[in-house]
Each structure stands twice: as structure tokens, then as C-alpha cells.
């Protein structure tokens, strides 16, 4: 063990949860090292930050606790002790002024995620209270994790880890470990899922991860032998691929009788549809597909119009002018609404008033495959909770805690996914600090 006689950490992961578990364990004494596979700290947290770092949502804590679905209430224990008001307050310690946005998402005041993280780094390397974390970067965790001694008393027990790095394999031991190493989103920032058969090989129970606020492939028109496809025509895809639709409606129910309709805007790509209003849908949809094989949902391209209001302007007389110039006319459909409506109904639905006016208040749509997981933006699966205690230390591996995506929680962008993982590593570097003081 180290000769110092502060406890020592390993935490691995130099994400929000790993750092804010380090923040945690710095405060309190403890001898914290970091150690991370990328060149630098906080990749992902950087990438999320180039549109506008949404660092939390503003909405009441009880609204914003059912964000978690099925992992409400466990998460509701991580947020209730630091929760979105608390993600503010922590910011405005690190110098740094929030807003609500319209819809309600919080953000630093120049959007940026940069200067946070800047000032985080800072506050970590020179506390003004507590011990400096250390930082390894280029340091990829390998998977070995043997635990030295029983982990009784923390005067005795320990870990030994080891690393690839550049200059070879390194070992270090310490006397508890974080393990904050991200989902399986986004590999080439380091959330690349390696650490799931590792996990499992020493006892701890971890679900499959799937893709978390993805997009999806629809199912294509059958081909001429009867066979199904995948994708839009080759008309839209050439056309549309990567246009934004506004302003709709997107409903859908499972065979469970779940709900979701919201009003937004999503983007169509070359084999499906993507974006805010898709990814907050994502996990039935995703649910259904992995349980049926498919999920059909439905569009509302004019929600602000009554049923009877859009039958009575399909039913305009259009005079000389193509069926697009009316519609464009009367409803302001765009040559993206058009080209939707084209992949669902025949020609004779078209120039049928009465199905054209119901399709474009309902119109279906079936998809049939998420995207890959490394295009999500977050992953779902990961170490069961119920593999924890209520520290998120591992009942198989006394010492060993774990935070952040790693955990088998999901949430929808927003602000939800970084104040969970932010009170997960609270919660898991008080976990830690109490374990060593016993």
C-alpha cells in the first residue's frame, strides 16, 4: 500500500460521475488518483457541450425524479440529496451564472462546457479544503481487480489494478475504488463497454447494455418478391436525408399499454428518424422492437389543426393546380410532408380526401431496429443496482463502488442524464469515504 497515511483511492473514469466522486473524496482527505484511457479529461462531457451544455432541467423535483422510469425511485434517493437546484448551486461555486432556457433546461450562461470544466479541474488540483486529485491520463484500465486482503478494516484491505499506458503496464493499489468508466455510447471517447465482462468474471451482475436516446430504421415498402426492407425510398432518402421536421406530433402506445406523445421535432435520415422528440420516445420504442420485432408510431404533421378543419381544406377545390400546390397552399405542407405521406399511402389514398386528411393527422410509421450503440447518445443496462447497496458499493466486491452510466438506470436528454450521473458519483465518493473510516 501506499506509505502515505491518508486512504488511498483508484477511481477510474475522468467523467462527470469520476470527477464528482473525486470532488468528494478530495474533501474529505483522502489520497484521490484518477485514471482515464483518453489524452484528457471529460471527453463526452466536452461533446455534449458543443450545442449548449444542458447541465440540468428546472422542472419540480417530483416531475423530474419520473424522468427514470423504471429506476424512478432509486434514483430519486441520488437526487433528492443532490438534485437539479443543487447542480446550480454547485456551478455557481465554480464561478460560473445559469438560465432556464423556454423549455426549460438549464444551462451556464455562455453555454459552454469548457470553462466549467476548467474550473472544476482547478478546484480539484488545488482545493482550498482537502487533499490535491492526482491525474493519470492514457491510463486504460485492463480489467484486473484482486482484491489483497478481506475488506474488514480498511487499515489492511486493498485492491491492486493495473493499467496499459504508454509506458507499458503499471499497477497501483488502493484502498477503495470508484468505478465510473461511462456506458457503451460514443467508443471513441472512451465509453466503449469493455468493462462488462470483467465485472461479470468477479461476480458482479451486469445487464446488457442497449442503445439509450438513438434513432431508429423504418421499415421500408416490400420488395417485388414480397420480402421486407429497410429504409425510406430511394426518392426520400436521396432528397430528405438529414432534413428536420417541425412542429409535429409523435404518439405511440406498446403492448403494454405504455403512452408517449409529445409535440416537437425530430430529423429524417437515410434509414429512419432521429432527434429530441425521437430520442424521448426512445426506450418504448426500443422496448417494443426488442420484444415484437417492431414498433409502429404514429405522426400528426398539423397539430394544431382540428380534425374537421384539415378535412374541410383537403377538400378545398384545387381547380387546375397538382394536389402538392394545394396542399402546400392550403395546409403549408412541405415537400418533406409530401414525401412521408407518399411511403405510407397508395395513389389512390392520396386523391382519397378523406384517408389523405386522416394520414396526415395519424399517419403510421414502423420502425423495425435502433442504431448501433456507439451512435446513441447514452446507453441503458449496465451494473444492476440491485447488485449494490445503498452507497453503490458492489456487494461482491466490498470497496469497490460504482457511478455514472455505468449503472443500469436511462434518461432522456435534457438535463436528466448529467444530473444523475453528477449525484450518482456524490453519492459513490460519500460511499467510498465512509467504507475507509470504518
Same mark, same amino acid.
Given at each position: 500500500m501506499t506509505d502515505s497515511t491518508q486512504p488511498q483511492v483508484a477511481i477510474i473514469g475522468a467523467g462527470p460521475a469520476g470527477l464528482m466522486a473525486a470532488e468528494v473524496l478530495s474533501a474529505a482527505g483522502a489520497n484521490v488518483h484518477v485514471y482515464d484511457a483518453m489524452p484528457s479529461v471529460g471527453r463526452k462531457f466536452l461533446l455534449a457541450g458543443l450545442g449548449g451544455l444542458n447541465l440540468t432541467h428546472a422542472e419540480p423535483l417530483d416531475y423530474f425524479v419520473q424522468r427514470y422510469a423504471e429506476r424512478s425511485e432509486a434514483c430519486a434517493a441520488w437526487l433528492n440529496a443532490f438534485g437539479p437546484q443543487a447542480v446550480r448551486d454547485w456551478a455557481q461555486g465554480l464561478g460560473l451564472d445559469t438560465f432556464v432556457g423556454s423549455s426549460q433546461r438549464v444551462f451556464p450562461t455562455d453555454m459552454k462546457a469548457a470553462p466549467l470544466l476548467r474550473a472544476w479541474l482547478h478546484r480539484l488540483r488545488h482545493p482550498t479544503q482537502g487533499t490535491p486529485v492526482t491525474f493519470h491520463m492514457r491510463h486504460r484500465w485492463n480489467g484486473a481487480l484482486t482484491q489483497t486482503t478481506a475488506a474488514t478494516a480498511p487499515s489492511t484491505t486493498g485492491f491492486e489494478l493495473s493499467f496499459d499506458t504508454p509506458n507499458g503496464l503499471q499497477t497501483t493499489q488502493a484502498h477503495a475504488v470508484v468505478l465510473a468508466l461511462g456506458g457503451g455510447s460514443w467508443a471513441k471517447l472512451g465509453s466503449d463497454g469493455a468493462w462488462q465482462p470483467w465485472l461479470k468474471a468477479v461476480g458482479v451482475d451486469v445487464a446488457p447494455l442497449r442503445p439509450a436516446n438513438c434513432g431508429f430504421d423504418v421499415q421500408g415498402r416490400a420488395s417485388a418478391d414480397g420480402s421486407a426492407t429497410t429504409g425510406w425510398s430511394q426518392h426520400l432518402a436521396s432528397q430528405f436525408a438529414g432534413m428536420p421536421l417541425k412542429s409535429v406530433a409523435l404518439s405511440f402506445t406498446d403492448t403494454q399499454g405504455r403512452s408517449f406523445e409529445r409535440k416537437g421535432e425530430f430529423v429524417v435520415t437515410a434509414t429512419?428518424? &432521429?432527434?429530441?422528440?425521437?430520442?424521448?420516445?426512445?426506450?418504448?420504442?426500443?422496448? &417494443?422492437?426488442e420484444g415484437h420485432g417492431h414498433a409502429t408510431l404514429h405522426l400528426n404533421l398539423k397539430p394544431d389543426f382540428t380534425p374537421e378543419r384539415l378535412l374541410t381544406e383537403v377538400k378545398h377545390p384545387r381547380g387546375s393546380r397538382s394536389l402538392s400546390s394545394h396542399l402546400k397552399s392550403r395546409l403549408n405542407l412541405t415537400a418533406l410532408h409530401l414525401a412521408l405521406l407518399h411511403e405510407v399511402l397508395s395513389k389512390d389514398a392520396?386523391?382519397?380526401?378523406?384517408?389523405? $386528411?386522416?394520414?396526415?393527422?395519424?399517419?403510421?410509421?414502423?420502425? #423495425?431496429? $435502433?442504431?448501433?450503440?456507439?451512435?446513441?447518445? %447514452? %446507453? $441503458?443496462?449496465?451494473?444492476?443496482? &440491485? $447488485? !449494490?447497496?445503498? #452507497?453503490?458499493? %458492489?456487494?461482491? !466486491?466490498?470497496?469497490?463502488?460504482?457511478?455514472?452510466e455505468m449503472l443500469d438506470w436511462e434518461a432522456p436528454t435534457g438535463g436528466y442524464l448529467l444530473t444523475a450521473c453528477l449525484a450518482s458519483g456524490r453519492l459513490a465518493g460519500q460511499g467510498a469515504s465512509a467504507f475507509l473510516s470504518k
Open positions: 429512419g428518424i &432521429e432527434g429530441n422528440l425521437v430520442y424521448a420516445a426512445a426506450a418504448l420504442l426500443r422496448d &417494443e422492437i392520396m386523391n382519397d380526401p378523406a384517408q389523405l $386528411a386522416a394520414a396526415i393527422k395519424h399517419l403510421p410509421i414502423t420502425l #423495425t431496429a $435502433a442504431r448501433p450503440i456507439d451512435e446513441a447518445i %447514452s %446507453s $441503458a443496462g449496465g451494473v444492476r443496482l &440491485e $447488485a !449494490l447497496n445503498d #452507497t453503490l458499493m %458492489s456487494t461482491a !466486491l466490498p470497496g469497490v463502488f460504482v457511478a455514472g
